[in-house]
């Protein structure tokens, strides 16, 4: 028999008779007949080769909820007869008003008589109503082997014809067939000492026969290929060799049925891969403990000790490429890459340290995983000709016209979650060199003071399917992804969702984060899209990376709920409404929207005429703003409030209209709760980040247009001074304390170096370098292009210099106390209090006082801070700060001081507790013991 042919009478010949079995005839026909054997030329072949096509219907509407219960939605029980076919060979066919061909047996399922557990049916609450099937016990216990195969359940008339068939979504047997493999330590591959042999572990509970391939380099011919041996207990693939060897490549062939396709054979990298060649064609045998891999001083490398709660973090959001990319002081070869951050007298990395010395404390950066997007060889980089008029649309025709070629993308793509992107390395084709290179760079971070945190993207891969740069789909198809009830991969985060529900696909996650936090010494992990993972499954994963770390890991992600999932569909999210007390932080949209106006989607005229609370909302009306009353500029105020108090649930406030509520009264975005959170390093506060447009382009549509360059820096700096002073955890984006523009660019993550450019000699902030791309930002050229034109919107150095050192005296003001990094809830509602609040305010300014008699850290007996956003001076009187010993923050008095006039203008008066603040100033009063 042909090798397809033996496996497929393996597959019959496991199976014994039974009550609600019946095995027709079995014939060699269900194979094609080819010689299937996989041999060593099928490791240099292409990256999938079709077996068998398949026949069966290409839905998958039906659940296995365990290994012994199916339920099929929409359809009734009770009407026809349920029948589970199956063969080994994708040779099924099942029409409707014909009898079921192809298969080589059948199993009679009964309805279920009771009602599913509670946690089953929790887990698959989603699913619509319908009958409800199952197994009998004895072929339940027979499964594994089953789902090697082709399964199609069939509703039967008593005539023996098909009335409806589909294929079944198979993560529910699986989770309860292979429970076990969750506590696998060792998928992917392990090198121990020299000469010992290598061995390889995958997770492949579907497939036919396993193989590994190894490569003697990252180009070579295949070297061997040797067959792995099934775990049954957890559907695992293994195998120890010495033919494979430390330094050298491989790849899997994994013979498995993909409902869409048929029998396949798929040439695949590994998921669990901690390294790849180019275009991460072969996965890398490496030990990421051997000496070889650590950069000199690795072992003994001090991590910064800044962070001692979460609200203390203070991040800079930052990616590989945009931070030296344009930096004339690095190294030619170093440009744009992990070694860049090597060359400490750059002028990029003396921007870092300038920054950590004020006090910033963490480097966030963009996704650094292996990516799908970008060719790690030979990538081009777009020429844009010099010269271009600040409105021409040439530049971003340009880099359309290789964005799929270029050397740019933010990276959310993710291909290998386990391994270094390979573009930022200066040697993609060695394995080695991105582990070693990724690790400089961190190391180098954290000699100046920064802790490292990393961007990651679990919630989706680059791809799926039979695609090419598919990994996770063409092992175990139908399992990594979340299908919606036709059996399709989810898309509601823009690529391919990935089920972090299930249990290897979580189990890979967490493995992921460990991996990284131990062998890479990071330090804080962001979490893309994190609203689409199960709380449960964030939790397991905090714990486990602080085990693996040995230290605390601090985790922040986008809490955001929609899609799927929204409103807790699946499983208790990770979201904004459903973190309380798990101490993980998700970003807050409240303070956001309220400081810059408008919404994230905003477009058109929105995007002008709703301005924020910074940027003239009722006082300073720009010419199409429309008529906004007094009441929204109170209630905006309010919503600055909220940030500035943490978005803690239980913090008192007494409103615009002198009503007094808890923060989660406050209504946000027409139904939810303005304060969310239980603790403050639940919180992260932004009001820029690398998605939209940045908060220099936000403010060249809100601000009215003849505001003054200068003016508009100093609007910058009272959106970074709202940041700086908001408890919880202050992020910014990379070059906003340059005022960082994208030319108007709403999303620049394809838009090239073009448009994503930092000038670190601060001469230039990129404003009016052409229409940004047309894709995400054409519809509304006809309001852009004009502003784009007007050069009096262009800063010039000194603004750029200005905003540069205003946003470094906010950080050393943010750090000189932690009444600004308070560490509880608790902590806030005793010791911050709103002055100037209610309906008699002034509403342009924000008075926040903070008491630290006693606090760890606070360093001040007292301090006020007031945040005037007036294009006026304003002058408060507080009965509560009467007879008060305040002066001003010592950085205001310093002599390099940005903004001079705090010094000279702002006054307190103790006899009378009144302030004096300029138009458009951030100023803190101390008061020392």
């Known amino acids: 028999m042909a090798a397809h042919s033996r496996a497929a009478w393996r597959f019959a010949a496991g199976l014994t008779l039974g009550s609600a079995i019946a095995l027709p005839a079995y014939s060699a026909s269900a194979s094609n007949g080819a010689d299937t054997a996989a041999t060593l030329a099928a490791c240099d072949g292409p990256f999938a080769t079709t077996l068998q096509t398949t026949t069966a219907p290409g839905d998958a509407r039906a659940y296995w909820l365990d290994r012994q219960t199916i339920q099929w939605p929409g359809v009734a029980s009770g009407d026809g007869i349920f029948k589970l076919y199956y063969a080994a060979s994708p040779s099924i066919s099942a029409n409707k008003g014909a009898p079921v061909q192809g298969a080589q047996a059948s199993i009679a399922l009964g309805t279920a008589q009771q009602s599913l557990p509670e946690a089953l049916a929790q887990r698959f609450r989603f ?41 079944l979504q198979l993560a529910g047997a699986l989770d ?125 490398s001090q991590r910064p000790q800044r962070v001692i709660a979460q609200p203390d973090m203070t991040v800079y959001e930052l990616h590989v490429r945009d931070f030296s990319i344009n930096d004339a002081s690095v190294s030619p070869a170093r440009r744009g890459k992990y070694s860049a951050f090597t060359e400490t007298a750059s002028k990029g990395m003396q921007h870092l340290q300038a920054l950590s010395k004020a006090g910033m404390t963490d480097i966030h950066l963009l996704p650094v995983f292996d990516i799908g997007s970008v060719p790690e060889q030979g990538c081009v980089t777009p020429k844009i000709p010099a010269g271009l008029a600040a409105d021409n649309t040439e530049a971003q025709a340009i880099i359309a016209g290789t964005q799929a070629s270029d050397c740019y993308n933010w990276g959310y793509d993710p291909y290998h979650y386990n391994a270094p992107e390979g573009s930022f390395a200066s040697d993609p084709a060695d394995g080695a060199t991105r582990i070693i290179e990724f690790r400089q760079m961190v190391q180098a971070l954290h000699r100046i003071g920064l802790r490292v945190g990393m961007d990651v993207v679990y919630n989706h891969t680059f791809i799926a399917g039979q695609n090419e740069k598919s990994v996770l789909d063409r092992v175990v198809p139908g399992y990594y992804h979340r299908l919606n009830p036709r059996g399709e991969v989810e898309r509601s985060t823009c690529c391919d969702n990935t089920a972090t529900e299930h249990l290897m696909m979580g189990k890979l996650m967490v493995d992921s984060v460990a ?81 810059r106006g408008g919404g994230a989607g905003d477009s058109g005229l929105q995007m002008i005429s709703q301005q924020g609370y910074i940027n003239g909302l009722v006082y300073d009306n720009n010419a199409q703003s429309g008529k906004h009353s007094s009441t929204e500029l109170l209630q905006t105020a309010d919503l600055v409030r909220v940030g500035l108090a943490g978005s803690i649930r239980s913090y008192p406030l007494r409103r615009y209209n002198d009503s007094i509520q808890p923060l989660e009264a406050i209504v946000y975005g027409g139904n939810q709760p303005a304060g969310y959170a239980s603790e403050p390093g639940e919180v992260v506060n932004y009001v820029e980040n690398h998605d939209n447009q940045t908060l220099y382009d936000i403010n060249v549509f809100k601000l009215p247009t003849h505001t003054s360059t200068a003016e508009r820096a100093r609007v910058q700096m009272l959106g970074a001074a709202i940041n700086a002073f908001s408890q919880g955890v202050a992020y910014f984006h990379a ?195």
């Open 515 to 595: 991996q990284w936090a131990q062998q890479y010494q990071l330090d804080s992990f962001r979490f893309d899209l994190m609203g689409h993972q199960p709380r449960a499954t964030m939790e397991q994963l905090q714990a486990r990376a602080d085990r693996a770390a040995g230290r605390h890991i601090n985790l922040i992600g986008e809490g955001w709920n929609f899609g799927e999932v929204a409103d807790g569909a699946r499983f208790v999210q990770a979201s904004q409404l459903s973190l309380n007390g798990s101490g993980i932080g998700t970003f807050s949209d409240r303070a956001r929207d309220a400081v």
């Open 127 to 167: 699913v619509g109503k319908g009958t409800l099937l199952q197994l009998a016990a004895a072929d339940s216990a027979r499964l594994g082997k089953l789902l090697t195969g082709q399964l199609v359940l069939v509703q039967e008339g008593s005539d023996g014809n098909v009335r409806d068939a589909t294929t």
């Open 176 to 300: 309860d067939l292979y429970a076990g493999a969750a506590d696998i330590t060792d998928l992917g591959v392990r090198v121990g000492a020299p000469g010992a042999p290598v061995s390889f572990k995958l997770w492949a509970p579907t497939a036919q026969q396993v193989a590994v391939c190894s490569y003697a380099n990252g180009s070579a011919t295949a070297s061997n290929i040797l067959p792995m041996q099934r775990d049954a207990a957890t559907g695992s693939w293994s195998l120890q060799t010495s033919a494979a060897q430390d330094g050298q490549y491989y790849r899997y062939l994994v013979d498995v049925i993909a409902p869409s396709t048929g029998l396949v054979r798929n040439l695949v990298t590994d998921p669990y891969s901690i390294s790849l060649t180019t275009d991460s064609r072969r996965s890398y045998i490496a030990d990421l403990n051997a000496a070889r891999l650590k950069p000199a001083g690795w072992d003994r």
């Open 735 to 929: 070059g906003f304390d340059i005022l960082r523009s994208k030319s108007l660019d709403r999303n620049s993550f394809e838009s090239g170096d073009w448009f994503n450019r930092l000038d670190w000699t601060y001469q230039d902030n990129y404003y009016g370098i052409g229409a940004p791309r047309a894709e995400d930002n054409g519809k509304d050229y006809q309001l852009l292009l004009p502003l784009l034109r007007n050069r009096a919107l262009k800063p010039a150095p000194q603004d750029i210099v200005f905003a540069r050192d205003a946003f470094r005296d906010l950080l050393r003001i943010r750090s000189s106390s932690t009444l600004f990094r308070l560490r509880s809830a608790a902590d806030i509602r005793q010791r911050l209090q709103f002055y100037n609040t209610g309906s008699q305010q002034v509403p342009t300014v924000l008075v926040g006082h903070l008491e630290g008699k006693g606090y760890p850290g606070a360093h001040f007996k007292s301090l006020t801070y007031l945040i005037n956003v007036d294009t006026q001076v304003q002058k408060l009187t507080i009965d509560e700060e009467k007879n008060r010993r305040y002066r001003l923050h010592p950085v205001h008095t310093s002599m390099t001081a940005a903004d001079k006039r705090v010094a000279s203008q702002a006054r307190f008066d103790a006899s009378s507790g009144s302030f004096v603040i300029p138009p458009r100033s951030a100023v803190v009063f101390v008061e020392t013991y």
